[in-house]
């Protein structure tokens, strides 16, 4: 017995969405059982989660450290718009490119996502930037960028090749897109959890004065982090730009605040030095959860999504408050 | 003379009024266009609503917080007030709507401050639930949608003019908007509050030692509690000017100003830590980035650089700000050696 | 007899079942200078905290002039003339000295507008009561140390304090500023006010206080004249147990010298400093506060490289500009504060042993060996004898010395040649300062060379078999710990 609530304090925060989710489950079976439970509406949900799910997965990292990127969704999209830039200026708009060319593509939006990772990392590493302006800063940039290349329009005539297959489900069940956030998720996770990059992490997140003293590479890891966090901006940029097929400034501008919710539901503390993946992507799956059951009921408007959101961001802290004895900082 | 001099090179707003300055000489000699009255009263025109959520801003920054919600604030308090006084076929005098954005801003501002203040909840992740709360209350259950009308006292307030600048030159006339009284009357009001009264005085306080406030003889609950509240009603009064400016009211049209705001106050010289910063370093600030905006026009740059620049200003502006306050804690330490031989 | 100022009687309190306090008594005289002494973790800050009405007694009374005090709160015990000064002087580093100085006063008065004006004399007459000269301009944040703490005394004058209760008041203060403020307690002796004074450090007791009263595991075990006290019973008092002060003789020194410093200097903290070490010794380095001493550490281990001068190790020299190059050269260094520089405190206490030594704790391919970290955190909680139920627990729940074991495991951890500590038992109990000693001691006879820093003398000539005196960021003495006194050496260092 002693064992089982070890195991539940350590992953409190796990559990705690474990069994809200159990719970909207058990409510959406009785009331829309037939709309809810269908393979088609889950595999939708698996493959509109990852765009966002990738840049909570960056997000994740960066605050760990008490720091912040709210560079996401620039860095998402000045990717996107390179790249698409570079087909068409290779194939023209309306040739075809080979399917081989999407490693160039991907090749291209992984440099860009670690270039723009790693002047967020020398901003706030070197220079000593607060990571909420730095990361801010550059988002307004990229953005800006993002509007000046696009001329403020959206750009969808180019070589759809990509979007197509990155659209489709292998086997005709598992999202594309799927593949990639799990592969993702699972190359952080074992950095976490199988290397010393977890631990180091965490401690520098606590007290970075301390983990100078104790001989960490301060530096290193914070660029470390950002680059890693900038590419997963980038990929999920990819996956944004395969579900839209087009690229325009300000897709997915709603997805910084969304990121940093799902990261802090998951249990990851604003102030560092705390975080599990478990409980970051059990959030991702919990909201996503909601938002398609909220969609099932014709006469509630999907704005209340917005609105469930928050309230249970600030249900959970609450929560937090009242199971912590009133420790909070 | 010397150490006045030398006073003021140590504090960050003489910095930023030094960029202000250049900025405006730069314009001034491209364009011929910055030192004419009509720009002057355009700047102005279009400080009030920015003005306005930085002196929000700014005061929950000084003590030690921050908010995130306030647009979708603003948004909400105004959707509301708006459709209500249209409903209600309102055509009476100004006072209502005045009265009407305060008081629900102030509750929107105390549902901020309830859980940040009494229950001392992280600021920024409260307010980032609080913003979406705003809009789904906004988008879901009032199903806002854009009101191109808006009550008749509202638009006069928002069309009338104090006084009308002429450019000799150019023939160009720009109205200095009524608006701009809220602004100055805020600006007044805030300077005496954090200047004049303890209440004040606290909100450093409790920026600069949360737990010795409270030994001080602050109420630091209930302080934090009244400011998240004081911040509701003004950006509210914000949201009042810009939709009385605009002539009409869309929901969304201030969301994602946030960032901007915040990056402003700070370019001023406010910690983003709490305690320290002045209400002149947040107007100058706040004036820089948007002149910023204002010059491009008249630079003839097309708008679609906008926010290239306003990112690039950003991100050298806090770039030099770090730099200088790594420069300062180093002096500090030799300056303190040196005392202590 | 004249009527005592305090009588604190049979005073207990518990905290979710835990004895803090145990049938504790206390008495004070108007116009005493009384120390509190005894171990982290002994009731003396629970007193302190009752006595000042944070906390309420489970049983037993209070009497403060006369005047029976129960269940009171912070203002009433201000208003009876109680003070705390915290070590942490709750000063507002953002704000001037003068709103320092009068707003509590003024918040007393529950006025609602400030008077600038009125504020400024406030301040002034505040500062005027213990000759304290300050810009009353300055930000707080600004002071030094010292300063802060006779602001913290000034805003405590305020209230007609008839008794202030100072918590280790001298921990950050060079020795200039010890006298100093020792000054000032002699001339609010004469103003008839009590000073009730926590400390831990022997010479202090002996220096200030004139009656004395220690605490052990929330018991009173001694009370009386300080003239009656001497070093043995002090420390008796305080743990229970008798230790032999053995003065370490090296045994086996190597026969080159395994760390050497050849005209280090970094500019404006120390000039041209030499000196070698060999394995199997442990050389001291002494000097007041502002020497130099801190930079010179900071300097050896890569924190605040030298400007000039060599650093080598077994005879090679090499290049210290970063701890981690430190670390690589198989050097370590225990800071001087273990919150802020040495200590991960929410963090488990087996992360905070290895964090340092990790990039070696992994297998092929860069995977982390958690069976080989564990090993190696159980093995040091082991060694060090670090009292915890388990390595999983994080550092903050652990008193000072068993906190300093942590710190002091992390760098054993790593098999250093060369261990450099500074200041190694400050705010450590006497227990765990013995212990510490016999560890270095022991690590000593197995070949390290240790350099440990520090002002506490009599640490000094016990532990270490060569002393260098450092004086104004120049070494300007060498000495036989064998045959220095304490006296010799403080004349040098001043």
Avoid at chain 1, 117 to 145: C, K, Y
Avoid at chain 1, 155 to 170: H, Q, R, T
Avoid at chain 1, 211 to 233: D, E, H, P, Q
Avoid at chain 3, 330 to 346: A, M, Q, W
Wanted: net charge positive; glycine share 10%.
């Amino acid at each position: 017995m002693n064992a089982i609530k070890r195991i539940y304090s350590k992953n409190r925060e796990v559990y705690r969405l474990l069994l809200i989710i159990v719970i909207w489950l058990v409510f959406m079976a009785l009331t829309k059982f037939k709309k809810f439970y269908t393979f088609k509406n889950f595999q939708t949900i698996a493959g509109q989660f990852p765009e966002f799910g990738l840049m909570a997965l960056g997000g994740m990292l960066c605050m760990m450290t008490g720091g912040i990127d709210l560079s996401c969704v620039g860095i998402a999209n000045a990717t996107t718009i390179f790249v698409v830039t570079n087909l068409i200026a290779t194939f023209g708009e309306t040739g075809s490119m080979p399917l081989a060319y999407i490693f160039v593509i991907y090749l291209i939006a992984i440099a860009v996502g670690a270039a723009l990772g790693a002047f967020n990392g020398f901003l706030i590493s070197v220079i000593h930037v607060p990571p909420i302006l730095a990361t801010l800063g550059v988002n307004e940039l990229m953005s800006g960028i993002c509007i000046v290349m696009t001329g403020g329009a959206a750009v969808s005539s180019f070589p759809k090749e990509y979007c197509d297959l990155f659209s489709n489900n292998i086997a005709g069940v598992v999202p594309v897109r799927l593949v990639v956030f799990i592969a993702v998720a699972l190359i952080i996770s074992y950095m976490l959890a199988k290397t010393t990059y977890g631990t180091k992490l965490k401690l520098l997140g606590t007290n970075q004065n301390v983990a100078k003293f104790s001989g960490l590479n301060n530096v290193g890891l914070l660029f470390k982090t950002y680059i890693i966090s900038g590419i997963c901006s980038a990929l999920g940029g990819m996956l944004m730009l395969s579900n839209y097929a087009s690229v325009r400034a300000d897709y997915g501008s709603q997805y910084t605040m969304q990121a940093i919710l799902i990261v802090v539901l998951g249990g990851v503390s604003p102030n560092g030095g705390k975080g599990r993946i478990s409980g970051v992507i059990t959030a991702i799956i919990l909201l996503k959860l909601l938002e398609s059951g909220i969609n099932r009921f014709q006469n509630v408007s999907s704005y209340y999504i917005s609105l469930i959101w928050g309230a249970v961001l600030i249900l959970a802290l609450v929560m937090d408050y009242f199971s912590n004895g009133r420790q909070r900082a | 003379m010397q150490t006045t001099l030398k006073k003021l090179t140590q504090r960050n707003e003489f910095y930023t009024f030094l960029i202000v300055l250049a900025l405006a000489v730069a314009v001034e000699i491209t364009s011929g266009q910055f030192f004419t009255p009509n720009n002057a009263v355009d700047l102005a025109s279009a400080m009030v609503v920015p003005g306005l959520f930085a002196v929000a801003e700014f005061m929950v920054l000084i003590s030690g917080g921050i908010d995130v919600s306030f647009p979708a604030l603003a948004s909400l308090t105004l959707f509301a007030t708006t459709k209500f006084l249209l409903d209600q076929n309102y055509n009476g005098p100004m006072i209502v709507p005045f009265l009407m954005v305060i008081v629900i801003g102030g509750i929107l501002g105390a549902f901020n401050g309830f859980f940040i203040g009494y229950m001392n909840l992280p600021a920024m992740i409260v307010t980032l639930g609080a913003s979406s709360v705003f809009k789904g209350i906004m988008q879901g259950a009032l199903n806002s949608k854009q009101l191109a009308v808006i009550p008749d006292c509202m638009k006069s307030f928002g069309t009338g003019a104090l006084f009308t600048a002429t450019n000799t030159t150019s023939g160009l006339t720009s109205k200095m908007p009524l608006t701009f009284i809220v602004f100055a009357v805020v600006l007044l009001l805030a300077f005496i509050l954090l200047r004049y009264t303890f209440f004040g005085r606290g909100i450093y306080a409790i920026g600069g030692n949360p737990a010795s406030a409270n030994c001080a003889g602050y109420n630091v609950k209930r302080t934090k509690f009244i400011l998240y509240i004081l911040a509701g009603v003004i950006a509210s009064l914000g949201g009042l000017c810009r939709v009385c400016m605009m002539q009409q009211c869309h929901p969304t049209n201030m969301l994602g100003m946030e960032m901007n705001v915040i990056a402003g106050v700070v370019l001023g010289g406010t910690a983003i830590t709490g305690g320290a910063g002045s209400l002149t370093g947040c107007f100058l600030g706040t004036l820089l980035i948007v002149m910023v905006e204002n010059s491009m026009i008249m630079l003839g740059v097309p708008t679609t650089w906008k926010s290239v620049f306003t990112g690039a200003l950003i991100v050298i502006g806090v770039g030099i700000s770090a730099a200088q306050v790594d420069r300062a804690n180093r002096a500090a330490i030799k300056v303190k050696k040196e005392v202590g031989r | 007899m004249a009527q005592s100022l305090l009588k604190a009687v049979d005073i207990c309190k518990s905290f979710a079942g835990v004895h803090a306090l145990k049938n504790v008594s206390l008495e004070l005289q108007p116009g005493e200078i009384h120390c509190l002494a005894g171990e982290n973790g002994c009731g003396k800050s629970t007193l302190i905290k009752i006595i000042s009405g944070v906390y309420q007694m489970d049983s037993g009374y209070i009497e403060f002039n006369g005047k029976r005090l129960t269940k009171i709160t912070p203002v009433e015990a201000i208003n009876n003339g109680i003070q705390v000064i915290y070590q942490d002087f709750a000063v507002f580093p953002n704000l001037t000295v003068m709103e320092n100085l009068a707003l509590n006063s003024e918040l007393a008065a529950k006025r609602k507008f400030v008077n600038w004006k009125r504020m400024r004399q406030i301040a002034e007459e505040a500062v005027a009561k213990i000759n304290f000269h300050v810009d009353l301009d300055a930000r707080v944040g600004s002071l030094s140390v010292a300063e802060k703490q006779m602001v913290a005394i000034s805003r405590a004058l305020m209230f007609n304090a008839k008794l202030i209760i100072m918590d280790e008041p001298t921990t950050a203060l060079t020795k200039k500023e010890v006298k100093a403020l020792f000054e000032i307690i002699l001339k609010l002796k004469a103003q008839g006010i009590a000073i009730l004074f926590v400390s831990h450090k022997l010479n202090e007791v002996f220096e200030i206080s004139e009656r004395f009263t220690i605490f052990r595991s929330g018991e009173l075990v001694a009370t009386g004249k300080t003239s009656e006290l001497d070093d043995k019973k002090f420390t008796f008092y305080m743990t229970g147990r008798e230790f032999e002060n053995k003065i370490f003789v090296p045994e086996k020194l190597s026969e080159k010298p395994v760390f050497e410093l050849q005209d280090l200097t970094l500019n404006g903290y120390f000039d041209k400093v030499s000196f070698q070490v060999r394995g199997g010794e442990i050389l001291g380095i002494t000097g007041l506060l502002d020497s130099g001493r801190t930079e010179l550490a900071l300097s050896m281990f890569g924190l605040r490289p030298a400007d000039s001068g060599r650093i080598l190790k077994n005879g090679r020299e090499v290049k210290i500009d970063s701890p981690r190059a430190a670390i690589h050269n198989k050097i370590g260094y225990v800071p001087e504060d273990r919150l802020s520089e040495g200590l991960f405190l929410p963090q488990s206490i087996g992360e905070n042993i290895i964090i340092s030594e990790i990039d070696g704790l992994t297998k092929k391919g860069g995977v982390y060996d958690l069976d080989h970290a564990q090993k190696e955190e159980q093995r040091w909680v082991r060694e060090l004898e670090i009292k915890t139920p388990t390595p999983a627990n994080a550092a903050s729940t652990l008193s000072g010395g068993n906190q300093q074991r942590i710190v002091l495991a992390k760098w054993m951890a790593c098999d250093p040649d060369v261990l450099i500590l500074n200041g190694p038992t400050v705010g450590v109990d006497i227990g765990s300062k013995h212990d510490i000693h016999e560890i270095l001691k022991k690590q000593a006879k197995a070949g390290m060379a240790i350099i440990i820093i520090s002002d506490d003398l009599p640490e000094v000539l016990s532990t270490c078999s060569r002393v260098l005196v450092i004086k104004n960021g120049k070494i300007v003495d060498e000495m036989d710990a064998q045959q220095a006194t304490e006296g010799e050496i403080l004349e040098k260092m001043m």
